[in-house]
């Protein structure tokens, strides 16, 4: 048998589980982080439950992941998680769902173990989005994890220090109301809704694009052309206004002339 017929019946096999990415539905890719709670507990000397320099290394992920060829118009993370809005017009790798969760993880693991100086993983999923609210209740419930994630977090460690087993902790969480875990923060002189937004919110980023002064040293004249850069907003919207952030960015992304 010839090579090139060999080789096309071989590629079947390998094509037998393709899937593509629906044209004309907005679709986010969700990536996370695998094993890290090992990897903040037994690796690395992070803070508990938060630490900046975990942060600053999700954002450097971000900032990456936005900056690495894939159309993205809006980038949300949290915790370990990262959550990109992708151009619903652009479609690289033909839409091959395979090389957007592999390319993303393998991108994302590779900035944030650069970043921290130790061998890590992300996983990648996609999520199709067919219709404007369905994208904005996505990152609505992103927001929603958070919160209660930081808060969680927040109690969890509390009792910790004050001696409990981490099953005893776990335990005497289970089944707590909201309104609860706050009162019990505030008894310890912690105000929750005071903590760091990157802690309880997240984050976004996102293209925007601004005129810019340039020179022309041909004809010596001042000219005004315009840049795209990320920009990471410094307060984290909340209810509606994740809505309207949302909305803002549902157009084809920028070619980005610039990064942070």
């Known amino acids: 048998m010839k090579f090139d017929d060999f080789d096309r019946m071989m590629r079947r096999h390998e094509l037998e589980f393709d899937q593509f990415v629906p044209e004309g539905v907005h679709t986010v890719a969700r990536l996370d982080g695998r094993g890290f709670t090992k990897l903040t507990k037994e690796k690395l000397d992070f803070d508990r439950p938060f630490d900046s320099r975990f942060n600053d290394s999700m954002r450097a992920t971000c900032e990456h992941l936005m900056s690495s060829g894939f159309p993205t118009t809006l980038c949300y993370t949290q915790s370990d998680e990262i959550s990109l809005l992708l151009d619903r017009d652009v479609l690289p790798f033909g839409g091959k769902v395979r090389k957007f969760v592999s390319v993303l993880a393998g991108e994302a693991s590779g900035a944030f173990s650069l970043s921290v100086g130790t061998p890590v993983c992300f996983d990648?999923?996609?999520?199709?989005?067919?219709?404007?609210?369905?994208?904005?209740?996505?990152?609505?419930?992103?927001?929603?994890?958070?919160?209660?994630?930081?808060?969680?977090?927040?109690?969890?460690?509390?009792?910790?220090?004050?001696?409990?087993?981490?099953?005893?902790?776990?335990?005497?969480?289970?089944?707590?109301?909201?309104?609860?875990?706050l009162r019990f923060l505030g008894d310890r002189g912690v105000d929750f809704d005071r903590l760091p937004e990157w802690q309880t919110r997240g984050l976004y980023a996102h293209w925007r694009?601004?005129?810019?002064?340039?020179?022309?040293?041909?004809?010596?004249?001042?000219?005004?052309?315009?840049?795209?850069?990320?920009?990471?907003?410094?307060?984290?919207?909340?209810?509606?206004?994740?809505?309207?952030l949302v909305k803002s960015v549902m157009q084809p992304a920028p070619v980005p002339s610039e990064t942070p």
């Open 209 to 244: 694009t601004e005129p810019h002064s340039g020179y022309d040293p041909v004809t010596g004249e001042t000219t005004s052309v315009e840049r795209t850069r990320l920009i990471w907003l410094e307060n984290t919207p909340t209810g509606k206004e994740i809505g309207t």
């Open 124 to 181: 990648c999923r996609l999520c199709p989005l067919p219709q404007a609210e369905d994208v904005v209740d996505y990152f609505r419930w992103r927001a929603e994890d958070a919160r209660r994630n930081a808060l969680n977090a927040h109690c969890y460690w509390m009792l910790r220090a004050d001696g409990l087993s981490p099953r005893d902790a776990d335990k005497k969480l289970s089944g707590l109301a909201v309104s609860t875990k």
